[in-house]
Every structure is written in C-alpha cells, then in structure tokens.
C-alpha cells in the first residue's frame, strides 16, 4: 500500500459529511413540516373568513334591490349559501329595519315608518345578513382549539 500521507482515505471525509447533512436534514425536517402545515392552515382559515363575509355580501345585495327583495328571507339566505357554497356548516340570518332620514341613529319599525317618520323626511330600509361558519383544522395542534367559528355581516340600503 502506498503512503499519501493522508490518515484518512479520501472517501472517508465525503461519507463524514454526508452524514452530517442526513442528521441536519432530520433535525430541520421536522421544524419545517410545521411551517409549512401552520401556513396552510392559515391560509384555509383566512380563505374560510373571506368566503362567509363575501356570503354575507352576496346576501345583502340580493335583498337591497327593492322592498320585495328586502323581506323575502328566503331568497337573501339561498343568495348568501349559494356564494359560500365551498364551505360546509354555513348558517345564514338576515333582517330588515328601518330609520327616519332626520334621526338615522334611531330605528324604527319599517311598516310603521310611514307615519313615524314626519314630513319632508324619508324612510330609508336597510337589509342586515350575518353569517356563521365553523372551520375544524385537517391538523389539531395542542395549545390551538380544535375549531374556529367564523362571522361574516353585511348591512345595505334597500334602493328606493
């Protein structure tokens, strides 16, 4: 055998270091795969919020067309499920509710509002939809409840 003047053979320092990357890879692997699921989780949540709060909207603009549109329940509840169609559990309420163009801060009954309010003033009508979806993470982590309720609202004047 001949003498290099090496203690170690030249494939030694290569298997050493490929060693020390495999034991670094499996220390920071874990780490990893947490951010990476704490991102999507994220992300399905913040995706979750829009959708219930856009369901809310969509609600809302169906019952501001008219008055008709306004109180038909039925109809601002199937407009908001059918835009927040992707998540599962949505629940959707809606009300109508009237103000005096002189006291907007105080409501009032809409079908009484006529001769609530006093002359030259208006009735103006909004629409209110509210929405509720629960979201359960696909990963439970321990410190983090198990679900998160989410909560959309929106208020619109009814055209006149």
Sequence with gaps: MRDTGM?????????RE????????ALVFPLFTMIVLGATEFARFAW???EVSN???AGAQYGA???VTA????????AALNDGANLTGLTVTSSQYCVCSTAESTTITCSTGLTSCPSPAT????????TTATVTPVVHYPTLPSSLTLHGSAVMA???
């Design 7 to 15: 203690t170690n053979p030249p494939n030694c320092k290569n298997r």
């Design 18 to 25: 490929a060693a020390q990357s495999l034991v670094e890879l």
């Design 48 to 50: 979750a919020s829009i």
């Design 55 to 57: 369901a809310a909207r």
């Design 65 to 67: 067309q008219n008055h």
């Design 71 to 78: 109180s038909n329940t039925a109809a601002i509840q199937t």
């Design 123 to 130: 009735l103006i009508a909004y629409v209110q939809v509210n």
């Design 158 to 160: 009814v055209e006149q």
